[in-house]
């Protein structure tokens, strides 16, 4: 009886032992699509005079939050950016991320920086003018 209960106690504890050999690998965030309701040309998103709001949609998959960042247009202004917002996943299916951005600036010629966070980062970049 006594050897029939240490080889179950010993069958247990190698069951719950992770196997070697096994790769596991976590799937890398990836940003599928981004847009918004106003007509694109190139990479430039064309917000027409007068307007005050914008909202972006992200697809992304892999992804547990999306933020957004406005920066201004030039070289290394990385460290002049601002958070306008985030979203964050709702449940295991959810790949959609949006934001609404209310702005009020008469004029607009910004980068938009998404971020895709995860187990890693995925980036985009679109940008934005009031014409």
């Known amino acids: 009886m006594m050897i029939l209960k240490s080889f179950l106690v010993l069958s247990l504890l190698s069951a719950l032992q992770p196997v070697e050999n096994q790769n596991v690998?976590?799937?890398?965030?990836?940003?599928?699509?981004?847009n918004t309701e106003y007509p694109q040309k190139g990479n430039w998103v064309l917000i027409p005079k007068g307007m005050k709001k914008i909202t972006f949609?992200?697809?992304?998959e892999n992804t547990e939050t999306?933020?957004?960042w406005l920066m201004p247009t030039g070289t290394e202004t990385w460290n002049q950016r601002k958070l306008i917002g985030?979203?964050?996943k709702e449940d295991d299916k959810d790949e959609q991320f949006t934001l609404t951005w209310n702005f009020d600036q008469p004029s607009l010629l910004d980068h938009l920086?998404?971020?895709?966070?995860?187990?890693g980062?995925?980036?985009?970049?679109?940008n934005l003018i009031i014409e």
């Open 86 to 88: 985030y979203d964050i």
């Open 113 to 119: 920086h998404i971020q895709a966070l995860g187990e």
């Open 121 to 126: 980062i995925a980036n985009d970049t679109i």
């Open 57 to 60: 949609n992200v697809k992304a």
């Open 25 to 34: 690998t976590s799937a890398q965030p990836n940003i599928i699509s981004l």
């Open 66 to 68: 999306v933020l957004f």
